[in-house]
C-alpha cells in the first residue's frame, strides 16, 4: 500500500489536533492562510539569527495560532527557550515587535508566549534539526541517525522510523536509506504519531528527511 498521506492529516479529530485555530469567510481563508505561514515564516527566521551558530539546532517543535476578532495569540513550542532568550533580555518583545511590523496589523493586538518540551528529542522537528546540523558537518549518516535514535530513547518514546533521501555522503546517484526502532504503526487511526518532513542544504546537493515517531496508542 502506497504511504502518500501525511500521518498528521489522517488522523485530524482522532488522536491530532489543528495547529492554527480561527475561522474565516470563504474569500478571506486564503489571506489568513498566507498570514499564519507568514508568522511562522517570520518566527522560525528570527530564532535562527538570534541562536548561537555552533548549536545548529533552533530547537522549535511547532508554532500554534489562535485567531480572535481583536487578538492574534501566537503559542512557540520550544525544547530550548534559553535559546531565544540567552543574550536578549528582550528577546520575547523584540519578536513581537517584528512580527507586528512584518503583518502590520493596527487593528488586532498580538500575544506571543513561549511553552517548554519536557522531552525536546522526542518531538520530530527538533530531531530533524538535529540530523541535519550533523549531515552539514559531514558526519556519516548512519552515525547521525544512531545518535537521534538514542536521543529519541531518552524521551520514552514507542518507536521511531528515520528516512533519508538525496546524494547522502556525496554519492553520484541519489538514494533513500531508512531505519527503525520499535513499533511504527502508520495505517493505524488510533495510534498518536508525531511526523516530520525537513530539508537540509549539504555542499553535496538538497538532503530530504522524514522521521515518524510513534507516541503510543489512544
Not at 21 to 47: M, P, T
Not at 66 to 84: A, N, S, T
Not at 111 to 126: E, F, L, M, Q, V
Amino acid at each position: 500500500m502506497g504511504q502518500k498521506i501525511n500521518p498528521l492529516g489522517f488522523r485530524l479529530g482522532t488522536t491530532q489536533s489543528h495547529y492554527s485555530l480561527w475561522f474565516a469567510q470563504s474569500k478571506k481563508y486564503s489571506e489568513g492562510l498566507q498570514e499564519d505561514q507568514k508568522i511562522r515564516d517570520f518566527i522560525k527566521n528570527f530564532v535562527q539569527k538570534n541562536t548561537r551558530a555552533s548549536l545548529g539546532v533552533e530547537g522549535i517543535a511547532r508554532i500554534e495560532i489562535q485567531k480572535r476578532i481583536d487578538l492574534i495569540q501566537v503559542i512557540i513550542y520550544m525544547g530550548f527557550p534559553k535559546l531565544l532568550i540567552e543574550n536578549r533580555p528582550r528577546g520575547i518583545e523584540d519578536l513581537k515587535q517584528n512580527v507586528q511590523k512584518e503583518l502590520n496589523c493596527v487593528s488586532r493586538k498580538l500575544n506571543i508566549t513561549i511553552s517548554r518540551i519536557a522531552k525536546p528529542y522526542g518531538h520530530p522537528n527538533i530531531l530533524a534539526e538535529f540530523i541535519a546540523g550533523q549531515l552539514k558537518n559531514r558526519v556519516s549518516f548512519r552515525k547521525a541517525i544512531k545518535k537521534a535514535i538514542e536521543l529519541t530513547e531518552q524521551a520514552d518514546t514507542k518507536g521511531i522510523q528515520i528516512q533519508i533521501a538525496g546524494r547522502i555522503d556525496g554519492k553520484e546517484i541519489a538514494r533513500i536509506e531508512w531505519i527503525r526502532e520499535g513499533r511504527v504503526p502508520l495505517q493505524t487511526i488510533r495510534a498518536k504519531m508525531d511526523y516530520c518532513a525537513y530539508t537540509v542544504r549539504t555542499i553535496y546537493g538538497v538532503l530530504g528527511i522524514k522521521i515518524w515517531i510513534f507516541l503510543g496508542e489512544k
